[in-house]
């Protein structure tokens, strides 16, 4: 089976920085592009960021200038960091990631459990 745990949220307030982490593991062949999802309590879930397998990245305009996604693709990890950080982007953050496993191809997604960031003074 493949999974993705997210870690590195908190409570922060306006103004500070948090970086998450989403590590994938199992049984894994290949991984594509990789997500960040969030969402906020009484709202949809809304996309953040995309990072492609060669590192494009691609942002929300809510998030542009102050999130920054990166890979390690020897450690099947994507990160964001949380730059000058507001209380609208308080929720859950979710990571998602496209991965060929090794005993149900083809590539599908694959959800994490979420981590939360609450920006509050």
């Known amino acids: 089976q493949v999974q993705l745990v997210e870690s590195g949220g908190g409570l922060v307030q306006p103004g500070g920085a948090l970086r998450l982490s989403c590590a994938a593991s199992?049984?894994?062949?290949?991984?594509?592009?990789m997500f960040w999802y969030r969402q906020a309590p009484g709202k949809q879930r809304e996309w953040v960021t995309t990072?492609?397998?060669?590192?494009?990245?691609y942002y929300a305009d809510s998030v542009k200038g102050r999130f920054t996604a990166s890979r390690d693709n020897t450690k099947n990890t994507v990160y964001l960091q949380l730059n000058s950080l507001k209380p609208d982007d308080t929720g859950v953050y979710y990571c998602?990631?496209?991965?060929?496993?090794?005993?149900?191809?083809?590539?599908?997604?694959?959800w994490g459990q979420g981590t939360q960031v609450t920006v509050s003074s």
């Open positions: 998602k990631a496209v991965i060929q496993s090794t005993t149900m191809p083809p590539p599908r997604d694959y």
């Open positions: 199992g049984t894994i062949f290949n991984i594509y592009a």
């Open positions: 990072i492609e397998t060669g590192g494009n990245t």
